[in-house]
Protein backbone atom coordinates (compact mmCIF):
# COMPACT_ATOMS: atom_id res chain seq x y z
CA UNK A 1 0.00 0.00 0.00
CA UNK A 2 1.49 3.16 -0.87
CA UNK A 3 1.60 5.98 1.28
CA UNK A 4 2.85 9.58 1.79
CA UNK A 5 2.63 11.14 4.97
CA UNK A 6 3.69 14.60 5.78
CA UNK A 7 4.39 16.60 8.71
CA UNK A 8 5.59 19.75 10.73
CA UNK A 9 3.35 22.32 9.67
CA UNK A 10 2.10 25.15 11.53
CA UNK A 11 1.55 28.89 12.81
CA UNK A 12 4.86 30.46 12.39
CA UNK A 13 5.57 34.52 12.44
CA UNK A 14 6.56 35.84 9.39
CA UNK A 15 10.81 35.45 9.40
CA UNK A 16 10.73 31.98 11.06
CA UNK A 17 11.80 28.62 9.80
CA UNK A 18 9.96 25.45 9.69
CA UNK A 19 10.60 21.80 8.81
CA UNK A 20 8.45 19.87 6.42
CA UNK A 21 8.82 15.88 6.45
CA UNK A 22 7.41 13.54 4.28
CA UNK A 23 7.71 9.57 4.61
CA UNK A 24 6.77 7.39 1.98
CA UNK A 25 6.00 3.94 2.08
CA UNK A 26 4.95 1.08 -0.14
CA UNK A 27 6.89 1.60 -3.60
CA UNK A 28 10.59 2.05 -4.69
CA UNK A 29 11.06 5.34 -3.49
CA UNK A 30 14.86 5.90 -4.76
CA UNK A 31 12.97 5.27 -8.18
CA UNK A 32 11.13 8.18 -8.14
CA UNK A 33 11.13 12.24 -8.43
CA UNK A 34 10.32 13.19 -5.44
CA UNK A 35 8.35 16.69 -4.82
CA UNK A 36 6.62 19.37 -3.07
CA UNK A 37 3.64 21.43 -4.11
CA UNK A 38 1.55 24.11 -2.27
CA UNK A 39 -2.11 25.19 -2.45
CA UNK A 40 -4.04 27.86 -1.21
CA UNK A 41 -8.23 28.18 -1.54
CA UNK A 42 -9.31 29.22 -4.89
CA UNK A 43 -6.05 28.44 -6.59
CA UNK A 44 -4.18 25.70 -8.30
CA UNK A 45 -1.61 23.74 -6.62
CA UNK A 46 1.85 24.77 -7.29
CA UNK A 47 4.91 22.74 -7.38
CA UNK A 48 7.57 24.54 -5.83
CA UNK A 49 10.50 22.16 -4.91
CA UNK A 50 11.87 19.25 -7.21
CA UNK A 51 14.52 16.72 -5.81
CA UNK A 52 15.73 14.13 -8.82
CA UNK A 53 16.08 10.48 -7.76
CA UNK A 54 19.60 10.53 -6.34
CA UNK A 55 19.32 13.40 -4.58
CA UNK A 56 22.00 15.74 -7.22
CA UNK A 57 20.03 17.89 -8.51
CA UNK A 58 17.07 20.11 -7.15
CA UNK A 59 14.73 22.90 -8.57
CA UNK A 60 12.89 25.82 -7.13
CA UNK A 61 10.10 27.74 -7.79
CA UNK A 62 11.53 31.80 -7.94
CA UNK A 63 8.83 32.34 -5.32
CA UNK A 64 10.97 30.32 -2.71
CA UNK A 65 14.39 29.81 -4.36
CA UNK A 66 16.92 30.77 -1.80
CA UNK A 67 14.76 30.45 1.18
CA UNK A 68 13.90 26.79 0.85
CA UNK A 69 15.52 24.00 0.69
CA UNK A 70 14.31 20.19 -0.52
CA UNK A 71 16.21 17.03 0.31
CA UNK A 72 15.89 13.48 0.86
CA UNK A 73 17.05 10.32 2.65
CA UNK A 74 16.97 7.15 0.11
CA UNK A 75 17.86 4.95 3.31
CA UNK A 76 15.06 6.67 5.81
CA UNK A 77 12.43 6.72 2.60
CA UNK A 78 11.76 10.65 3.13
CA UNK A 79 11.97 13.81 1.67
CA UNK A 80 12.01 17.00 3.51
CA UNK A 81 11.57 20.99 3.01
CA UNK A 82 12.94 23.33 4.92
CA UNK A 83 11.46 26.29 5.00
CA UNK A 84 13.36 29.70 6.08
CA UNK A 85 12.58 33.56 6.15
CA UNK A 86 8.84 32.54 5.45
CA UNK A 87 6.47 34.82 4.73
CA UNK A 88 2.55 35.39 4.80
CA UNK A 89 2.33 34.49 1.56
CA UNK A 90 4.12 31.26 1.84
CA UNK A 91 0.50 30.12 3.93
CA UNK A 92 -0.47 27.05 2.43
CA UNK A 93 -1.13 23.47 2.43
CA UNK A 94 1.93 22.07 1.63
CA UNK A 95 2.29 18.00 -0.30
CA UNK A 96 4.27 16.00 -0.81
CA UNK A 97 4.28 14.39 -4.26
CA UNK A 98 6.32 10.84 -5.74
CA UNK A 99 6.54 10.65 -9.55
CA UNK A 100 7.67 7.92 -11.91
CA UNK A 101 6.56 7.74 -15.43
CA UNK A 102 2.61 7.50 -15.53
CA UNK A 103 2.89 6.90 -11.90
CA UNK A 104 1.93 9.54 -9.37
CA UNK A 105 1.06 9.67 -5.55
CA UNK A 106 0.15 12.30 -3.04
CA UNK A 107 0.30 12.93 0.70
CA UNK A 108 -2.69 14.29 2.48
CA UNK A 109 -0.94 17.71 3.18
CA UNK A 110 0.29 19.73 5.73
CA UNK A 111 -0.59 22.91 6.64
CA UNK A 112 1.53 25.96 7.23
CA UNK A 113 0.20 29.55 8.47
CA UNK A 114 2.86 32.26 8.55
CA UNK A 115 0.86 35.40 10.51
CA UNK A 116 1.73 37.34 13.51
Known amino acids: QVQLVESGGGLVQPGGSLRLSCAAS????????MRWFRQTPGKEREVIAI????????RYDASVEGRFTISRDNGKNTVDLQLNRLKPEDTAVYYC?????????WGQGTRVTVSS
Open 97 to 105: NAQYESESY
Open 26 to 33: GFTFDSYL
Open 51 to 58: VTPTGDMT
